[in-house]
């Protein structure tokens, strides 16, 4: 009953017209790569205030969602509320804020505040109690003197040098044979018949989620690779994004990539079990994209048949 009475006196305290109380907490200061942490900021502003616009800057997280409570008003005051949920993907400690905050007012120029700042450190998923990683075997006495092996591991590693080599000769060589007799496809046509062959596999039936996210962001990668000139495979989900608002000037379409690659994430990494219906919305995401790639791709040749017949 304490609590309550406490609880009720905060909400019913006023603020003055020119200031506002800005508070930021976390779910949890200590988390493991790729673990969802909620970042609660909290703003109580007069009534005047009809609204508030939180930015958040890019760090070394990446931001999962982000979702607002309804407003709540109570004896002249306003009180917002926004949970941002992010997420890390390496390990270290990480300052996280502050934030900053807009008052919106119902006329007039918008007010500016700011939240504080957080420690959130990020360990690897293996703990103390672990045992993947076990000592290593004392070392072998070997007794003589073993520089007369010297010369059997020079030949060894010759061989396997050469084995190497040869191997990759002839795959270079092979591949290049495939390439002068079979045209590529656009970009768009291979990305949708890999996806049809992928999903005649039904793995997110059999459960197996994380090697169908893994074949699929590799696909998607290989797709940006050719269809925007730049190998998505060596950068982060954040890098890619970033680099696409570079290449593409449809929002959509970055859009629905950027979705998939957050839930490949959150599959991947932190081995979260996607709904069904989850699934099925990626393949309307991937659908949509091949579809405008295509009408795009239509577009251009038309035109150049047009010019053409000038």
Known sequence: MKTLTIICLLLTWPLTADAAQVTMSV????????????LRVVVRADAACAGVKINVPAG???????????????????????????????TGEFSV????????????????????????????????????????????????????LLKVAAGVMM??????????????????????TAPLLPPEIELEMRVRELRQKNLPQLGE???????????????IERAYEFNAADFTTAETVEQLKNSEKDREIIAHMETIFRQA??????????????????????????????KRRELAMAEAHAQTGR
Not at 68 to 78: D, E, Q
Not at 162 to 180: E, F, I, Q
């Open 265 to 294: 994430d959150l599959v991947k990494f932190a081995r979260q079990v996607p709904e069904k219906e989850a699934v099925a919305g990626i393949f309307q995401k991937i659908a949509a994209l091949i579809e405008k790639h295509k």
């Open 60 to 90: 070394a997280y990446d931001i999962i969602g982000r979702s607002a409570r309804p407003v709540l008003k109570a004896a002249g005051v306003n009180t917002f509320e926004e949970t941002i949920t992010i997420a890390f993907f390496k």
């Open 97 to 148: 804020g502050p934030f900053a905050v807009e008052l919106l007012p119902r006329q007039g120029n918008p007010d500016h505040e700011q939240t504080g700042q957080l420690t959130i450190r990020i360990r690897s998923l293996l703990t103390e109690n672990d045992r993947d990683i076990k000592p290593l075997k004392e070392l072998l006495v070997m007794r003589g003197d073993p520089r007369h």
């Open 27 to 38: 779910s949890t200061q200590t988390a493991t790569i790729a673990e969802p942490i909620e």
């Open 159 to 180: 061989l396997l040098l050469l084995g190497t080599m040869g191997r990759l000769l002839l795959k270079k060589m092979k591949k290049k044979r495939l390439l002068d």
């Open 209 to 223: 989620f994380r090697q169908f996210f893994i074949s699929l962001s590799d696909m998607i990668k290989h797709f």
